[in-house]
């Protein structure tokens, strides 16, 4: 008895099977693959000035389609909310320059890659603070790079001793007034308490008979334009390069 019921049991099961057509048994154990659209990685942010942040990042790993650009988004309250920035690169660099910003603000970014067959999901957020805008005028005073600086030039000039030694600057108004003076070198001077409606001129003095020597130390020329003009006009958050060479003796010099 118990086998004729085990037996009918089977033929049922069988039938049953049967019935089901090969085409819809075989879609129904079948399940279409999860197309998965890896997103960049590693995005980093820094301030490259008052105005200006710099983005880098790492382009996904991916086979089969390759990266078309990205969308980059950024936000201004931390991350809450977005808007689109860029919405499609055009282009396989994995770095843009955000500028035209506010001077001391908070950004936040991330960024998405673009396939031919959709666009990832965002990267990691990465955010900076823009610099603060300047309150004065900067002046710097660089050596040329040459051989005559050591030892021509390792003794005092003007203030200060050997590779850090600074040079003396003035800061006159539109009437050719002293306004402020001070010394500076590769670090960097800033003239500061300016009036920001007003243009001044800058003046990179020379050294002559530096430490009681027959050596020179003249300015040459501007970093930006490479002029000699002298002085030259600025006004505030403006930032100088001033060039100079070791002459008259010094050994290898012009």
């Known amino acids: 008895m118990v086998r004729k019921i085990i037996t009918i049991v089977t033929l049922i099961i069988f039938s049953l099977l049967v019935s ?7 879609s129904a154990q079948i399940l279409p693959a999860l197309t998965v659209l890896p997103p960049p990685t590693n995005l980093s942010a820094s301030a490259v000035s008052s105005s200006e942040i710099g983005l880098g990042w790492n382009a996904p790993i991916v086979v089969g ?36 910003l506010s001077p001391n603000t908070p950004y936040s970014y991330r960024v998405s890659a673009i396939y031919p067959v959709g666009t990832s999901s965002p990267s990691n957020t990465a955010s900076a603070t823009t610099e603060s805008q300047s309150t004065g005028i900067t002046v710097y005073a ?48 800033t003239f500061s308490g300016l009036d920001p409606s ?57």
């Open 65 to 100: 389609d390759a990266v078309t650009g990205y969308e980059i988004e950024r936000s201004t309250d931390g991350g809450i909310t977005w808007s689109v920035l860029v919405s499609n690169t055009a282009s396989s660099a994995t770095t843009y320059s955000d500028a035209g």
């Open 198 to 254: 007003a243009t001044y001129y800058v003046y990179p003095t020379d050294c002559f008979t530096c430490h009681d020597s027959p050596h020179d130390v003249v300015f040459q020329y501007w970093g930006d334009n490479h002029s000699t003009e002298r002085p030259r006009a600025a006004t505030i958050g403006t930032s100088l390069d001033a060039w100079y060479s070791c002459t008259n003796g010094c050994a290898d010099g012009p």
């Open 20 to 26: 089901v057509p090969v085409n819809q048994y075989a």
């Open 142 to 189: 660089h050596r040329i790079p040459a051989s005559y600086w050591d030892p021509c030039f390792a003794t005092t000039c003007g203030a200060g001793t050997g590779p850090g030694v600074t040079m003396y600057f003035e800061l006159d108004d539109s009437s050719g007034n002293l306004v402020q003076s001070g010394y500076t070198d590769e670090n960097g001077y």
